[in-house]
């Protein structure tokens, strides 16, 4: 299992996400040799933003979350840096990025449709969830997109059962 710094210098890691992190690199990720956990919250934003990267003189992986007010938000942009760390460097948001992390997604309870939904405004995520499977979730997707655009989200997230999404 990597050595990990958990408590970073933004905040305090919650709990349940530590251990995310932890059942995660147990299941996948032994050859990731130091990662960094960064978090913060801004409870006036509903989705969570992430990033993913190393550090180039050391190696270690930094990973940042800020937590918006939706704890299924933040769950999946917490593994989505994930995979970006377990599938590294050279595949960032490519197709086969994305089937690794649709298929990564359901084993830590995350809803097929729910993730595709939030990675749908990338260029390779509805050819990957169709790689996998997800027909008519991709289908509904597109469908919105071309009718609506971005500007389908409040859509989106009533077809998804999801709460107010700005």
């Known amino acids: 299992m990597a050595n990990m710094v958990i408590d970073a210098p933004l905040g305090i890691v919650p709990r349940w996400a530590r251990n995310l992190v932890r059942r995660v690199l147990k299941d996948y990720g032994s050859e990731i040799p130091l990662m960094e956990i960064r978090w913060r919250t801004n409870k006036r934003r509903f989705h969570t933003t992430g990033t993913s990267c190393t550090l180039v003189h050391s190696g270690v992986w930094v990973v940042t979350i800020t937590q918006g007010t939706d704890l299924q938000d933040c769950r999946w942009a917490l593994l989505h840096e994930l995979a970006h760390v377990l599938v590294g460097l050279n595949d960032t948001h490519s ?72």
């Open 95 to 166: 197709r086969a990025f994305h089937r690794f992390a649709f298929a990564m997604y359901p084993q830590y309870d995350l809803s097929p449709g729910f993730s595709i939904w939030r990675e749908a405004n990338s260029r390779f995520a509805m050819p990957a969830a169709e790689d996998l499977g997800y027909y008519r979730i991709a289908a509904r997707l597109r469908w919105l997109f071309d009718n609506d655009g971005y500007n389908g989200w409040d859509y989106k997230a009533q077809l998804w059962g999801l709460k107010h999404v700005y």
